[in-house]
């Protein structure tokens, strides 16, 4: 995407559910992460941490946990029950066969710094697609945070948590037209 504007980035920005199997160079990686700890952070203290993740066995162990976690659950969220299908599904991969996941940490139960690592996610994200990468923020994931099982996997430092879980890769699929956004509500005071 050479040549594009910022509007442009945000404007064509879509969440990615499908990759090709090419991984993603680990410098490309790198400088996506240097991009997101540009990101505003309160009074400066840039409380994230990073793992970045391409082994697909860690991949495919993480998967299964997140999923089999996310079926235990389903009594306690209901809303999980649409899903049940899906975390059945052997074949089915919350990572949607992504080569890469980055996995923005904060300090735990710091409220602060869960902003300032959703701000870095941001910037991941756009600088992403900006260089012609998909992305997609893994919620599902976040429900099996504290697994110490997927803690060690994903080498989530002692003291911190799992924020921003987002996998990065090359686009298999022509994302769809979003909807029509509804516009802002904006309560002016002249």
Request: some cysteine; proline content about 7%.
């Amino acid at each position: 995407m050479s040549d594009v504007s910022f509007d442009q980035v945000i404007r064509s920005r879509r969440t990615t559910r499908a990759y090709r199997e090419e991984p993603v160079p680990e410098a490309t990686l790198s400088e996506l992460v240097e991009l997101a700890t540009l990101a505003p952070t309160a009074v400066g203290l840039q409380p994230w941490r990073f793992s970045i993740i391409t082994n697909r066995d860690v991949l495919a162990r993480v998967n299964a946990e997140v999923k089999q976690a996310c079926l235990a659950m389903i009594g306690q969220v209901p809303d999980l029950e649409r899903f049940r299908s899906a975390f059945e599904d052997p074949e089915y991969d919350i990572f949607y066969g992504a080569p890469a996941l980055v996995v923005i940490q904060g300090p735990r139960g710091n409220q602060t710094a869960l902003l300032d690592c959703l701000l870095a996610a941001e910037n991941l994200i756009l600088a992403a697609h900006a260089r012609g990468l998909g992305t997609c923020f893994v919620g599902f994931l976040l429900l099996a945070r504290d697994s110490q099982e997927i803690r060690r996997a994903l080498a989530v430092e002692d003291g911190y948590e799992i924020v921003a879980p987002i996998i990065v890769g090359a686009s298999d699929a022509i994302p769809q037209t979003p909807p029509e956004r509804e516009p802002a509500h904006i309560a002016w005071m002249r």
